[in-house]
Each structure stands twice: as C-alpha cells, then as structure tokens.
T-cell receptor, first 113, second 113 residues
Framework: QKEVEQNSGPLSVPEGAIASLNCTYSDRGSQSFFWYRQYSGKSPELIMSIYSNGDKEDGRFTAQLNKASQYVSLLIRDSQPSDSATYLCAVNPFKAAGNKLTFGGGTRVLVKP | GAGVSQTPSNKVTEKGKYVELRCDPISGHTALYWYRQSLGQGPEFLIYFQGTGAADDSGLPNDRFFAVRPEGSVSTLKIQRTERGDSAVYLC???????????FGPGTRLTVL
C-alpha cells in the first residue's frame, strides 16, 4: 500500500462545475496536509494547507480533512480552464509545514470550456 | 523577490558519468529540501538540510547520491556513476525554517543515456 494514494484521473470537469479530488494516507501520525498544483513541465505550487479536522476555505478552493478516516479532499468551485493541472496531495508527520513531504501520485484535472 | 533557482535546467549525461545539480534557495531560508520526480509520479523526498547540516537523508536511494550545503545557502546534489534509472526531474525546495511552507524551484531534468 502506498503511503499517500490518489486517483490518477484524468478528472474531466465542465467549466463552472465543482471538481472533487480525494486523497488517502496510511500513516496515522500524519498531522499536516497539503495540496499542490502542478502545471505540465512546471514545479509544484502550494494552494492549500490544512492541519485540523474539518473544512478550510480559500477562495474557490476548500480542503477537507478527516483524520479518523485518513482522508483529505480538495474541492474546486466554479472550475476554470486555467485550473487544468495535476493536483498533488502531500502529508507530513509533524505539525508544521516543514520537514519532508510524502506525495501522492497526483490527480490530473481537465476543465473543459 | 527571487524564488528558488536551479541549474542547469536540463542535463544530459552518459551512463557511468558524474553529475552535479545546484540549488540556490530563497534568501534567508534556512531549510532546504531535495526531491526527485519521475514521469507521472509525485515528488519523492531525498534529503533535507537545516542550515549546513543534513537533518534527514533517509530518502537518498544509495551511496551514489550525496548532497552538500557548506555555507547554509546554496546546495549541490551529486550523483556518481549515473544509471539510466536516475533519469528524472530533480526538484529543490526551501522554507524559512523547518516549520514553514516549502517553495519549489523549477527543477533540473536529468537524462542519463
């Protein structure tokens, strides 16, 4: 079992719709969770971080964390063609953004006009 | 301000050769990370520096890989006797300290023929 698992996709979403991405992790000690966006040929860019159970909203993005079920999700509202990218879920065992990150394989999202 | 920079952007080498990849972190960032990303995969942790010392090198795949950060700023990842399986994008990230967001550089694409 991989430490961090994501559906590779592609997740095809009509423009204006909600894209829902899921991620599960195996280490119950993980305490900080991140979503990175990666455009093709570019480096990962942090879009959301979450540390506590529940929802965290930032603009069109909402991250949801459920530690009991060991999953974290990302919702993208009003999806735009510019949201087409690979979304990487990453976890860290420490209660901070630092130290090593364990990434999932990423979910490719395609937003169709 | 300037972000993380990496040189070269592309490196093609022959099997068995030695390569050095350079990372210049954001000014003032004390923590520096190296990751490796193979095609279609998420980044994989290699090594983490806090200041000049390697705080965690558990991700280095074998003793052909070595990294240094002698003055606590620029870091060099060194790969001896390169193998075709070393072909990947090598990403560097830095953070203000170990408890802060990691910012990624553009990566070095290494191709071993």
């Amino acid at each position: 079992q991989k430490e961090v698992e994501q559906n590779s996709g592609p997740l095809s979403v009509p423009e204006g719709a909600i894209a829902s991405l899921n991620c599960t992790y195996s280490d119950r000690g993980s305490q900080s969770f991140f979503w990175y966006r990666q455009y093709s040929g570019k480096s990962p860019e942090l879009i959301m971080s979450i540390y506590s159970n529940g929802d965290k909203e930032d603009g069109r993005f909402t991250a949801q964390l459920n530690k009991a079920s060991q999953y974290v999700s990302l919702l993208i509202r009003d999806s735009q063609p510019s949201d087409s990218a690979t979304y990487l879920c990453a976890v860290n065992p420490f209660k901070a953004a630092g130290n090593k990150l364990t990434f999932g394989g990423g979910t490719r999202v395609l937003v169709k006009p | 301000g300037a972000g993380v920079s990496q040189t070269p952007s592309n490196k093609v080498t022959e099997k068995g050769k030695y390569v050095e990849l350079r990372c210049d972190p954001i000014s003032g960032h004390t923590a520096l990370y190296w990751y490796r990303q193979s095609l279609g995969q998420g980044p994989e942790f290699l090594i983490y520096f806090q200041g000049t010392g390697a705080a965690d090198d558990s991700g280095l795949p074998n003793d052909r890989f070595f990294a240094v950060r002698p003055e606590g700023s620029v870091s060099t990842l060194k790969i001896q006797r390169t193998e075709r399986g070393d072909s990947a994008v090598y990403l560097c990230a830095s953070s203000l300290d170990h408890a802060d967001t990691q910012y990624f550089g553009p990566g070095t694409r290494l191709t071993v023929l």
